[in-house]
């Protein structure tokens, strides 16, 4: 006599046991999968910023040596978008892979972008683009500029500067904005505010002018989170916040400045931990 073999169903307990065992696992292995992706999204940026640096060689080499001008966009600081939209082959070029959804914040930030959104540039002929780069405008070759009196006396003008290393000065980086020209007093202040403005959530809405516009925590995590930077001499890495200050942004500045102005220009008890090692 045969007898069938009874098929035996799991209990809940087993289910449940189940269930609990993959979400561990799940938890386990969210962290690393996304520190992965941030990893990856940093060494895109860097392959980004790799590619720019040959555009602005081309554009270099196609005009006397000389960077723009900053007289052709109507919007001093985004002149280079001008100059060089018709080298960047798609919005992959002009957005950084951890930036790429455009957000309207709406007044104050207007079309700015945030640590992880795009900002957005509108032109005469209707069209519009979306990037998360932006320049070092102290870069442009120009002799009249109305953010600076005296521009002959600070602008670099080409990637020829004489008596100063290029792998110190930031030319094009991770940006919420077009462009901007840190300095101490004056137009673009140095300093950051005392509140976590760098958060997803909000963006940098209310800080978008000075070396604000560029010290951002987009790439790394901890103590070193930061900006992808490509200098004058064509590299690029990673700079950690507070090491922003010590770049050389343009010929007359202090880069030492920062060690007897932290108090004041780092204030946000958000950067309280960031490294001061670099």
């Not at 001008?82 to 951890?98: E, F, W």
């Not at 079309?111 to 102290?138: K, L, P, Q």
């Not at 931990?273 to 670099?278: A, T």
Request: charged share 20%; glycine share 8%; aromatic share 14%.
């Amino acid at each position: 006599m045969h007898y069938k073999r009874q098929r035996r169903a799991f209990t809940l307990i087993e289910l449940l046991v189940v269930i609990a065992i993959i979400a561990l696992l799940l938890s386990i292995m969210m962290p690393a999968l996304r520190k992965a992706k941030q990893t990856a999204q940093k060494i895109i940026c860097r392959s980004n910023l790799k590619q720019w640096g040959m555009i602005w060689k081309v554009y270099t080499d196609e005009n006397d040596g000389k960077l723009p001008d900053c007289t052709g966009f109507g919007a001093l600081r985004g002149d280079w978008i001008i100059a060089l939209r018709k080298d960047y082959p798609t919005d992959k070029m002009t957005q950084c892979p951890s930036a790429t959804k455009y957000v309207d914040y709406s007044p104050p930030a207007n079309n700015r972008g945030g640590v992880f959104s795009t900002y957005r540039n509108s032109y005469a002929d209707g069209s519009e683009d979306f990037c998360s780069y932006g320049m070092n405008i102290w870069a442009y070759s120009t002799t009249h500029w109305i953010m600076n009196p005296n521009p002959e006396t600070k602008n670099w003008g080409s990637f020829e500067v004489g008596g100063v290393s290029t792998s110190t000065i930031p030319f094009f980086m991770d940006s919420i904005f077009r462009g901007s020209a840190p300095q101490y007093g004056g137009y673009d202040p140095m300093t950051m505010v005392d509140s976590p403005e760098p958060l997803p959530s909000n963006g940098f809405v209310y800080v978008y002018d000075g070396i604000r516009q560029f010290t951002m925590p987009r790439h790394g995590s901890g103590s070193k989170v930061g900006t992808n930077v490509l200098f004058m001499d064509l590299s690029v890495r990673h700079v950690m916040i507070k090491e922003m200050w010590s770049l050389k942004w343009h010929r007359l500045f202090d880069t030492g400045k920062w060690k007897t102005e932290r108090a004041r220009i780092w204030p946000g008890a958000w950067m309280e931990n960031l490294s001061e090692n670099f």
